[in-house]
């Protein structure tokens, strides 16, 4: 079975240029999780959807970023502009259903780097 | 407020030796569930297993081991016989229903030496 699909695995770009995450979740799977990696900070969840809805997007960092998820087999997380201190190593995962217990599958991650 | 601590940041052993890796977690809440994952050299972050508050059996699977206790509020998680290839970055983490996310705990990287 099709695992969590990111792309781009890399990408390294300017500051201040957009930069767009992409996500493909299990197909089945309700919620989905954009989460961030740093060394500084570990990591922590951004934003999650259940059924295509956000439902809590308190972990956005601020105004510059933005998701999205249109149909139910597909997310973007999107910067714009982008800064160095964006440079981090971001997961889309998803789980069969909303609520607490449901494990979280995750994908290999993209990694950014914003110089 | 939840939290996971974990405590150990690097371990080293060499190959065959058993190791223990240890998580402690906060909560208020009465059910809750508690996770492993681990995160190989290549990065991505492969689900290890999943435990209920309600469920206090260790759990064995092949030369991963659990051990979970309410008393101490802590999930260790054991590899038995260690090879190169459990070298990675092992992370616990805490969904609990008041926080409605997964917390995860720092990481603990282990390095397995031939």
């Known amino acids: 079975d099709a695992g969590v699909i990111q792309s781009p695995r890399h990408e390294v770009t300017e500051m201040g240029q957009e930069v767009t995450l992409r996500c493909k979740p299990i197909?089945?799977?309700?919620?989905l999780f954009w989460y961030r990696q740093t060394m500084m900070r570990g990591l922590e969840l951004l934003i999650y959807?259940?059924?295509?809805?956000?439902?809590?997007d308190s972990g956005m960092p601020e105004d510059r970023f933005s998701a999205k998820m249109p149909n139910a087999s597909f997310s973007t997380l999107k910067i714009q502009p982008s800064e160095p201190r964006d440079s981090a190593v971001y997961f889309c995962?998803?789980?069969?259903?909303?609520?607490?217990?449901?494990?979280?599958?995750f994908g290999e991650g993209s990694w950014l780097t914003v110089v | 407020a939840q939290k996971v601590t974990q405590a150990q940041t690097e371990i080293s052993v060499v190959e065959k030796e058993d190791v223990t890796l240890d998580c402690v977690y906060e909560t208020r809440d009465t059910t809750y569930y508690l996770f492993w994952y681990k995160q190989p050299p290549s990065g991505e972050l492969v689900f290890l297993i999943r435990r209920n508050s309600f469920d206090e059996q260790n759990e064995i699977s092949g030369r991963y081991s659990w051990n979970f206790q309410k008393s101490t509020s802590s999930f260790n998680f054991t590899i038995t016989a260690s090879q190169v290839v459990d070298s990675a970055v092992y992370f616990c983490?805490?969904?609990?229903?008041?926080?409605?996310?997964?917390?995860f705990g720092s990481g603990t990287q282990l390095t397995v030496l031939p």
């Open positions: 197909s089945g799977h309700n919620s």
């Open positions: 959807f259940n059924n295509n809805v956000p439902i809590d």
């Open positions: 983490a805490l969904d609990s229903g008041s926080a409605r996310q997964l917390t």
């Open positions: 995962a998803s789980s069969p259903r909303g609520g607490s217990g449901n494990t979280i599958y």
